[in-house]
């Protein structure tokens, strides 16, 4: 249930050099929703311990996926520039350091997830700074609670494992070749999240790193070598790249001078002259396809999953099928309704809603397509449709009755913060409001 807001400035208390997106430049109103969403405490506890099963499910796909050929990872739509670059370990033997799973609310209360952002997860601030402070207004607990702590342990690991250069006189570490935070600084929520991630590892390294050896990079004026190598400004090399930019965008990038950029930026990861995060293999994961490739190979029961992976695919996914595959995954599941995603899809861009006939029942024309940085796709996913819950949500519009969707960031393999948006739609683009979670 939501709970009206009983303090109207708790959304101006929220810090802007932290946040700096909850205005935002064309759009009336606040992106925070006037309102808050109470969770009992064994859904909460629920959703992380689907999402750690989950997460193992994905990790095991992937492996699949790295030993096929790679005219299996072009029918994924993987970008056939990148596949010589996913068949490396990386430093956490990870396929991806940290995700959000997304899950929808079915009319019977239960969690079908839906997406994982594996590459470029967002929403990070509100989860990990902002929910307390919904929290403290509204009088409930916070899911969150100790979930920044988990974060900055988590990127202060990473920064260990990233081989900092170390000298061996004094023991401390060099800011000689710095880790390094990069993304377009003209993008606001990528900034923010980006500068919050950046602050959360120098706080979890604390005094044993010099003050500049975390630091931010515009992409703007990113600049590989001759040898691969990222050059800062000042000279200095990187040891490491956080980097806030989706990889199915990334590896056709170009410099001003129309330099490659993506690729020579690969180059430097594959011959180790940097760590990447999020590693280039969370790219696979990110790939819609990739939810029909694991929906397959549980109806297989092979051997790669265990019973209780397996119950909990069949309990909290949904039957997936690449395109080739529809018809099958129709005579299947012959009254129901399908959902049609691009496999690059963002923010609903080109998702529909369709019968078994391929008849549209529900479609957004409103989405501004120059708004959303996206690859575009050749295919689709069609996946089975869910008829969600409805809740009411008190907004800068107004009271209004939507859809919720509510995720659950990763740490590695360790499931973390919780976080919802909501959306008067049931295909959510941009319009849609963060809504806090309390306990």
Known sequence: MAIANKMRDWIDAIDRNIMPFVDYEGYDYRYPADDIQILPCHKAEDLRRVSQILFNVFQKAVKVCQHCDNEFLKNMEIPEAIIPYLHQKNVLNLPTWFSRFDYVVDRWGQFKMVEINADTPCAVVEAYYANRLACDNFGCRNPNAAEYTALTNWLANIYWRSAPAVDLHSGRVSDKRPFIFACFEDYTEDYGTTRFLMKAMKEGVGRLAPKDAIRF???????????????????????????????????????????????????????????????????????????????????????????????????????????????????????????????????????????????????????????????????????????????????????????????????????????????????????????????
């Open 217 to 439: 990079e515009s992409f703007y004026t990113l600049r590989i070598d001759e040898t691969n190598q990222i050059i800062l400004p000042d000279g200095r090399a990187a040891s490491a790249i956080y980097r806030l930019h989706p990889m199915e965008i990334l590896i056709d990038e170009t410099t001003a001078d129309g330099e490659s950029l993506g690729t020579d930026l690969m180059d430097g990861y594959k011959n180790s002259k940097f760590t990447m995060f999020n590693p280039p293999e969370a790219i696979i994961m990110q790939s819609k396809g990739f939810q029909a490739l694991i929906w397959a190979l549980a109806q297989k029961e092979a051997d790669i999953f265990t019973a209780k992976e397996l119950s909990t695919i069949k309990a909290y996914m949904l039957p997936s099928y690449f395109e080739e595959d529809a018809e099958k995954g129709i005579a299947e599941n012959p009254d129901c309704l399908w959902i049609k995603k691009p496999l690059w899809g963002r923010e609903g861009l080109g998702i529909t809603v369709v019968d078994k006939n391929d008849t549209v029942q529900i479609s957004r024309d409103d989405i501004d397509i120059d708004e959303i940085v996206r690859r575009d796709s050749r295919t689709v996913m069609w996946q089975k449709y869910v008829d969600q819950a409805s809740i009411k949500v008190h907004t800068d519009e107004g009271h209004l009755e939507g859809y919720q969707t509510i995720s659950c960031f990763m740490l590695g393999n360790s499931a973390s913060a919780l976080y919802s948006r909501f959306s008067p739609y049931e295909i959510a683009a941009t319009e849609a409001y963060w809504l806090p979670l309390g306990i």
